[in-house]
């Protein structure tokens, strides 16, 4: 049973920083690509960033240049860090992989930016 365990959310001022990891267990394959979503109160939860097993990183606009994502395929896992926060980045996040048809999310991780 692969599962997927978030860390690193918290309470940050504005233009704090902070670091999200995930890391992927129960399966000794790599899972194919790795991203966050995040859900405010009241709104949908949406793509942050995703990066494939080859490489390949895609970031929201709202977060380019802010945030970076960084896979680690020797340890499954993977880690976002969070640069010149915002208040519009409050949210639930949420890890988020695929191994072949396969999805998994885990179970969320508030960060919360106060102004």
């Known amino acids: 049973q692969v599962q997927l365990v978030e860390s690193g959310g918290g309470l940050v001022q504005a233009g704090g920083s902070l670091r999200l990891s995930c890391v992927a267990s129960?399966?000794?394959?790599?899972?194919?690509?790795m991203g966050w979503y995040r859900q405010a109160p009241g709104k949908q939860r949406d793509l942050v960033a995703f990066?494939?097993?080859?490489?390949?990183?895609n970031y929201a606009d709202s977060v380019k240049g802010r945030f970076t994502l960084s896979r680690d395929n020797t340890k499954n896992s993977m880690s976002l860090q969070m640069t010149n926060l915002e208040p519009e980045d409050t949210a639930v996040y949420y890890c988020?992989?695929?191994?072949?048809?396969?999805?998994?999310w885990g179970q969320g991780t508030q960060v919360t930016v106060s102004s």
């Open positions: 129960g399966t000794r394959f790599l899972m194919h690509t």
């Open positions: 990066a494939t097993i080859g490489g390949t990183k």
């Open positions: 988020k992989a695929r191994l072949g048809s396969d999805y998994y």
